[in-house]
């Protein structure tokens, strides 16, 4: 079973800032098979990213994933208010199960 | 709009069984797999389950095995989770989700709101 490894675990930037997210796989993902989620404060997580580098609908393009391999990174080019929140990697296409990430929160410094 | 409504959460005792629902609506049911995730309190995601369109692939976390039970009733538009045997680390919010494809193998593009089920005597 691939294991996930997000880091850092928090992420304090001011709003305008740069952000980079990294997550880290135990074995090659084929495919690129990676997604990124982000979750606020009692909400459902929210599909950012899917197959690596791919912005789901409605996505700013501050938004951007990349990687391959075992080593994947979602950027946010410019810190927005609304963009502080804990975000997850998921890795997909294995068997029916998908392994999540254990998060970075991002926080307002 | 696409929707995905859970319900069925509740506070039980260790060793009690409880039954998911999730109600699909806005989007054409029976051509997707679903899923089943929680997150304990405090904690990250797990996923818990997967059943592809016609339930004929599924799937199931090492920490539910042989416990739980996931179904779906496409004439319904629903999706199901059975839960025996209980045990306080199954305390979580649990979120019914839309896979992209037939196959319980990808990323979720829809999440419901989620329900919460408490295990505690």
């Known amino acids: 079973e691939i294991v996930l490894t997000q880091s850092p675990g928090t992420l304090s930037l001011s709003p305008g800032e740069r952000a980079t997210l990294s997550c880290r796989a135990s074995?090659?993902?084929?495919?690129?098979?990676l997604a990124w989620y982000q979750q606020k404060p009692g909400q459902a997580p929210r599909l950012l990213i899917y197959?690596?580098?791919s912005r789901a609908t409605g996505i700013p393009d501050r938004f951007s994933g990349s990687g391959s391999g075992t080593d994947f990174t979602l950027t946010i080019s410019r810190l927005e208010p609304e963009d502080f929140a804990v975000y997850y990697c998921q890795q997909y296409g294995s068997s029916p199960r998908g392994t999540f990430g254990q998060g970075t929160n991002v926080e307002i410094k | 709009e696409v929707q995905l409504v859970e319900s069925g959460g509740g506070l039980v005792q260790p060793g009690m069984s409880l039954r998911l629902s999730c109600a699909a609506s806005?989007?054409?049911?029976?051509?997707?797999?679903m899923h089943w995730v929680r997150q304990a309190p405090g904690k990250g995601l797990e996923w818990v389950s997967g059943i592809s369109w016609n339930s004929g692939d599924i799937g199931y976390a090492d920490s539910v095995k042989g416990r739980f039970t996931i179904s779906r009733d496409n004439a319904k538009n629903s999706l199901y989770l059975q839960m025996n045997n209980l045990r306080a680390a199954d305390t979580a919010f649990y979120f019914c989700?839309?896979?992209?494809?037939?196959?319980?193998?990808?990323?979720?593009?829809?999440w419901g709101k989620g329900t919460t089920v408490a295990v505690s005597s």
């Open positions: 074995q090659s993902v084929s495919g690129s098979f």
């Open positions: 989700a839309k896979d992209v494809t037939a196959s319980p193998y990808y990323y979720m593009d829809v």
């Open positions: 806005g989007f054409t049911f029976y051509d997707y797999a």
């Open positions: 197959g690596a580098s």
